[in-house]
């Protein structure tokens, strides 16, 4: 009895400490995507190697290459995590918001917002999007990002509709379609450095959400 209750706890101490590695290598890879992102928003994924990486951050091209095999899994990994960090921020304000017009509002703001302090990081996905038509190892994940996505556009679009008693007029699909393409040309305007870009954005996303359902 003495024995199996001594190999239980030295199973369940090598299960613990198996658990910290996990969640330590996890946190590692973490740091090593967010001190990339700067790098990588900047350059796209053409112009940018692991080892040009290391050079613009605190990590050896060696340390990098040791938590992610290529370019490619680093690149998804950084905006896995950041799209998935933007969908917490939308999601936010599908919970908080009291009626339609502050829905509408708060949503509008939110992609304005995101379109001036993040453009380069939204830049890199459609740069990852892109690439995605050409090479096979990006599909997945991108197909994955993309889906997630729309899942965001439509719990926002379900949601006024629901505040605003008036059904969607429109799919999932085309309501993230028309959303995404919005913001994308927004986007190529901020780029370029026209600063009406946000407040145009602004103006016309409230304007969509509000046509994207029916009106007694």
């Known amino acids: ?24 290598f996890a946190e590692r890879r973490a740091q090593l995507a967010a001190s990339a992102l700067q790098t990588l928003s900047e350059l796209g994924y053409a112009r940018t190697s692991l080892r040009e990486i290391a050079q613009n951050s605190e990590f050896s091209h060696g340390v ?9 899994e680093l690149i998804t990994y950084c905006v896995r995590q950041y799209k998935a960090e933007c969908v917490t921020r ?4 599908v ?24 453009a380069r990081m939204h830049r890199l996905w459609y740069d990852l999007r892109n690439q995605g ?3 096979e190892s990006f599909r997945d994940d991108v197909v994955d990002i993309d889906q997630s996505l729309e ?23 085309v309501a993230y379609a028309i959303f995404d393409g919005l913001f994308q040309q927004a986007l190529l305007r901020q780029l370029t450095g ?3 870009a946000g407040a145009d954005l602004q103006a016309s996303v409230e304007q969509l959400l509000d046509q994207l359902v029916a009106h007694a």
Do not use: C
Not at 64 to 72: E, G, I, P, S, W
Not at 96 to 115: I, N, R
């Open 64 to 72: 990098l290459h040791y938590y992610f095999r290529d370019k490619v």
């Open 151 to 173: 899942r965001m556009i439509w719990r926002i679009v379900s949601q006024y509709a629901e505040l605003a008693q008036s059904p969607p007029t429109v799919s999932p699909a």
């Open 133 to 135: 038509l050409f090479e």
């Open 194 to 196: 026209r600063d009406s």
């Open 1 to 24: 009895m003495t024995q199996v209750v001594g190999k239980n706890v030295v199973g369940k101490n090598q299960e613990r400490i198996s658990r910290r590695q996990v969640d330590k």
């Open 90 to 93: 939308y999601d936010r304000i």
């Open 95 to 118: 919970v908080t918001a009291d009626s339609a017009e502050e829905l509408k509002h708060g949503f509008a703001v939110a992609m304005a917002d995101t379109l001036r302090e993040d």
